[in-house]
């Protein structure tokens, strides 16, 4: 699994900016992140939590109403394997592993070989 070699979280352009161990670059926009937040309280239940949320989806989601805050005010590690943000709401029981941080990458390439890896997992995984 790929780790990164840096975070940088650029307030002004409403980013996260992680260059990952095997050269790739993502950038998460701060909305799109908090959207996919992992935590149970956002994804409807413990049998949902660590789900990978519908990727396409959440890129295609334009809010009609904030009901949730888009900006972090502080960005925690979390061990040697992810992070868990704290937005300007409050909320912070999101917890971000490297694995899921990479696998919800919103760039062409990342959401292309999802794609192409989806039609190959057998249902259920």
Not at 19 to 27: K, L, Q, T
Request: with cysteine; charged share 25%.
């Amino acid at each position: 699994m790929p780790r990164p070699t840096a975070i940088t979280l650029d307030r002004q352009r409403q980013l996260l900016i992680i260059p990952w161990d095997d050269g790739h670059r993502s950038e998460y926009p701060l909305s799109f992140l908090r959207e996919g937040c992992p935590c149970v309280e956002c994804r409807g239940g413990h049998d949902n939590m660590g789900q990978p949320p519908d990727v396409d989806s959440l890129l295609l989601t334009i809010p009609l109403e904030r009901t949730k805050s888009y900006l972090i005010s502080k960005l925690l590690p979390v061990g040697n394997y992810g992070l868990q943000p704290e937005w300007t709401d409050g909320h912070q029981t999101g917890l971000y592993t490297w694995a899921y941080l990479r696998e919800l990458c919103p760039c062409p390439e990342c959401r292309a070989r999802a794609k192409d890896q989806s039609l190959y997992r057998p249902l259920g995984e």
